[in-house]
């Protein structure tokens, strides 16, 4: 079956796409990776896998922004939403929080709704399955490989997520 950088490497290559790949110590947070990877946060792609009602999708946002739940219920119709359990994410994915690449199938078995602050770079940088692994290719690329299911704006500066005690 292989591992999912495998999968990501053989996706990459399959296309004829270039990609860096770097193994680096563990990361914990998007700051970390960026770090790791020598990029800035803005170029980092966060993806996120959140349950919307009673199906999981995966979001993908610049890693130097956070989530907005109400957006996304807002802009899906939805009634409630909250992020994947640990427990889930192992059971979906395989993979631990922080190592979910940005890409739905044939990797992930999520349709990927993407915020415009992705698109906003010219290339993306991801955790690739691990937290020692990341890869850095093209935004362009990326997204033709992915094709979003939506891309609408989801993410803001954590200064702008609401007022407190207002829902996010």
């Known amino acids: 079956m292989g591992t999912v950088l495998e ?12 990609y860096r790949e770097m193994h680096h110590a563990p990361t914990r947070t998007s700051a970390e990776s960026a770090a790791a990877r020598g990029e800035s946060t803005d170029i980092g792609g966060k993806a996120i896998v959140f349950k919307v009602d009673d199906a999981f999708h995966l979001f993908v946002l610049s890693a130097s922004l ?64 691990s937290l020692t692994d990341s890869i850095v290719m093209g935004r362009d690329d990326w997204e033709r490989l992915v094709r979003p299911a939506g891309v609408f704006r989801f993410a803001a500066p954590a200064g702008e997520l609401g007022a407190p005690g207002e829902p996010l």
């Open 66 to 129: 956070q989530i907005r739940s109400r957006a996304i219920r807002k802009h899906l119709g939805a009634k409630r939403t909250r992020f994947a359990t640990e427990a889930e994410l192992l059971r979906m994915t395989g993979l631990a929080p922080g190592s979910i690449p940005p890409f739905g199938p044939p990797i992930l078995p999520f349709g990927v709704y993407v915020d415009p602050s992705v698109l906003a770079n010219d290339r993306i940088a991801f955790n690739a399955g």
């Open 7 to 18: 999968a990501i490497r053989r996706l990459l290559d399959e296309h004829g796409i270039e």
